[in-house]
């Protein structure tokens, strides 16, 4: 069968308020992993949706909260598959919400709700892309595979256990991962082939049943001090270099065309000094060491600490605890529990025994070969679609939990999508562009053309 993409568009464009309401509906539904609210209702809304489009869908249980295949055969045998994920961030601060965050308002062209574009407008745009292609032409031109989670916004915790157990069912030619973006005025395409891993922990220690009169520190240990004590000892305070024993070790190199593709990143120094509101970056960094330490170098991060007293007005105390969230961003050879029993050895080794060790989100890094027919066929969907080469990023300074479902079959993954650069994810009055929206749904049905076109 030919397969016309002007038709598909076109049938797109004549049910924009359709895909509306279908991303309303999926909005109005709270979806919280982290404390199971709506997540039950959730499942069997996307369950419905894909039903309603006939896919075969597959209900897949986790020690946490159930997971979802969908699949549908196409004309070619090639198979595309979607990640998305349909737990969302929390809503808090409530106030700060012009309007419901349950509720899709569209104000000025713009459509807002939490998780309107993280990621419940890739679900809706995934289902309306299959939805067009059927209804348009009776059948997709390659098969679909959807694979929906619902805990990625607490680190999925239960991925490995579905990859595990549903590994047989995992197989397609290549995976969409959520977000994906395009340069909000020139409309260059970014995709993004890789991303680190992440190993996220809490650091803890103890010393007393209670905070304790601060002319005790004469005579009792205090734990703020040995958390911080203990945290210096991480990173040489001149190079920045993390003094983990066998951190580096089994490091993939960089190569010279990992460094030739950051001639082509877009990232804007100055503006991103603006928007942080700061002079410049670590040690002085710029150009292509700035963007060699941000795509390619991992990192130890404290990401907060808490102990004693820090109201207003003096309070002598001596904290009986002291309490330390940190993240390592990791980079391909690097393995996260590898990491975190090294981290655990090195507290032992320079004498902080008292110094508890938790480990909270693992997600091991993963990258794609771009020489792959689904990276290749992504690359020239986007250059279609964009009428614009794409740029084109190896490996993304973020996480997220790719390896669990690419890693064990070497299934390339690409991000790839029509949201902006802030969409205020994670953020009060959530958004996403109408015109973004339906560029996306297009967008999608392009790129499954094109695997097709690749037998």
Same mark, same amino acid.
């Given at each position: ?181 395009? +340069?909000?005025? #020139? /409309?260059?395409? %970014? ?5 680190? *891993? &992440?190993?996220? =922990? ?33 990173? +040489?305070?001149? #190079? /920045?270099?993390? %003094? ?5 070790? *089994? &490091?993939?190199? =960089? ?201």
């Amino acid at each position: 069968m030919k397969y016309d993409e002007e038709k598909v568009f076109a049938y797109i464009d004549q049910h924009q308020q359709d895909y509306i309401n279908l991303l309303g509906r999926l909005c109005q539904q709270p979806s919280l992993a982290g404390t199971h609210t709506g997540i039950d209702e959730m499942v069997k809304i996307v369950a419905e949706e894909l039903k309603n489009r006939g896919l075969e869908v597959t209900m897949c249980p986790t020690p946490g909260n159930p997971c979802l295949i969908a699949a549908m055969p196409g004309e070619s045998n090639k198979v595309f598959g979607f990640y998305d994920h349909y737990d969302v961030q929390p809503v808090e601060p409530l106030e700060e919400w012009e309007s419901d965050p349950w509720v899709l308002n569209i104000r000025e062209g713009k459509m807002y709700a939490r998780g309107v574009s993280d990621n419940k407008g890739g679900i809706a745009g995934s289902i309306a892309a299959v939805d067009a292609w059927l209804n348009t032409h009776g059948s997709l031109p390659c098969a679909v595979k959807f694979f929906i989670e619902g805990e990625e916004e607490i680190g999925s915790p239960s991925l490995p256990y579905f990859s595990k157990h549903y590994n047989d069912a995992m197989d397609c030619d290549g995976i969409i991962f959520e977000g994906g973006e395009r +340069d909000s005025n #020139s /409309g260059t395409m %970014l995709l993004t082939y890789g991303v680190k *891993g &992440i190993l996220y =922990v809490e650091l803890s220690c103890k010393n007393s049943a209670i905070d304790a009169h601060s002319s005790l520190a004469a005579i009792l240990e205090n734990p703020a001090e040995r958390l911080v004590q203990a945290l210096s000892t991480l990173k +040489d305070p001149v #190079s /920045g270099k993390i %003094l983990i024993d066998g951190f580096y070790d *089994g &490091i993939v190199p =960089v190569t010279q065309q990992d460094l030739d593709i950051l001639k082509q990143d877009d990232f804007d120094e100055e503006a991103v000094k603006q928007y942080l509101g700061v002079d410049s970056f670590l040690k002085g960094m710029s150009g292509t060491q700035l963007l060699m330490n941000y795509h390619y170098e991992p990192t130890a991060n404290i990401c907060g600490i808490e102990s004693g007293y820090t109201g207003v007005g003096p309070k002598t105390v001596l904290p009986a605890s002291a309490f330390c969230k940190m993240d390592f961003r990791l980079v391909p050879g690097q393995v996260p529990d590898h990491i975190f029993t090294l981290l655990q050895e090195h507290f032992i080794k320079h004498g902080f025994n008292d110094i508890k060790v938790e480990k909270i989100i693992v997600e091991p890094p993963y990258r794609s070969a771009p020489s792959s027919d689904f990276c290749k066929a992504v690359a020239s969907a986007a250059e279609r679609f964009s009428h614009k080469a794409p740029v084109i990023d190896y490996q993304t300074a973020g996480s997220c939990p790719l390896a669990y479902l690419c890693a064990e079959r070497d299934i390339p993954a690409v991000m790839a999508g029509c949201g902006t650069q802030n969409n205020n994810i994670h953020a009060p009055n959530e958004f996403f562009a109408i015109e973004d929206f339906m560029d996306d749904i297009k967008f999608r049905c392009v790129m499954m053309h094109e695997l097709a076109g690749r037998n």
